[in-house]
């Protein structure tokens, strides 16, 4: 290898400055970008953890409504159940009395349940089914007829009269 001379020793020397310079100004350049790069990837991380936040909401406030109308589905179901529950009290509250009842014993028995009970806990059904003029007396006179004509039976149960409905056709 020949000996460089000085010019050329002194543009090598200048070149290799320009190269160390133009990779110095890469370096700067790379940092900005490695800053920018990072300040966009921070951005997009706040943007995405606003719309998570956002979508967060909608998905609340959804349920929220999900809910409600799941109460009013229930609130619905209640009250056609409670209508139909009176449509039926109606039709037997309607139909032609039983061939040897009155009218008002035939009500008695279609109305009380099956289900054997004292006297205070059936005259409080008929009673909240709307005989709100029924006495105490009467509807026990109305029992005992009806018990009379094999309707009903009762029994007592150490001093406690208890009632049960005779189902008949």
């Not at 009395?97 to 806990?121: A, G, R, V």
Request: with cysteine; charged share 35%; hydrophobic share 35%.
């Amino acid at each position: 290898m020949a000996i460089l001379k000085d010019t050329e020793r002194e543009q090598l020397r200048q070149l290799v400055k320009a190269c160390l310079l133009e990779i110095s100004k890469l370096k700067i350049e790379l940092k900005k970008c490695q800053k920018e790069s990072s300040k966009i990837m921070i951005a997009e991380h706040v943007k995405l953890q606003e719309m998570n936040v956002v979508q967060e909401k909608k998905l609340q406030k959804r349920d929220d409504e999900i809910r409600n109308l799941a109460k009013l589905l229930e609130e619905r179901d209640q009250q056609v159940e409670d209508l139909q529950k009176v449509k039926e009290r109606f039709k037997l509250l309607t139909q032609k009395p039983k061939k040897d009842l009155t009218s008002f014993q035939s009500n008695i028995y279609l109305l009380l349940p099956e289900k054997e009970d004292n006297l205070e806990n059936l005259f409080d059904s008929i009673i909240d089914l709307g005989f709100n003029e029924l006495t105490h007396q009467n509807f026990e006179h109305a029992l005992r007829n009806l018990e009379r004509k094999g309707y009903f039976r009762s029994r007592n149960n150490n001093g406690t009269v208890l009632w049960k409905k005779v189902v008949k056709d």
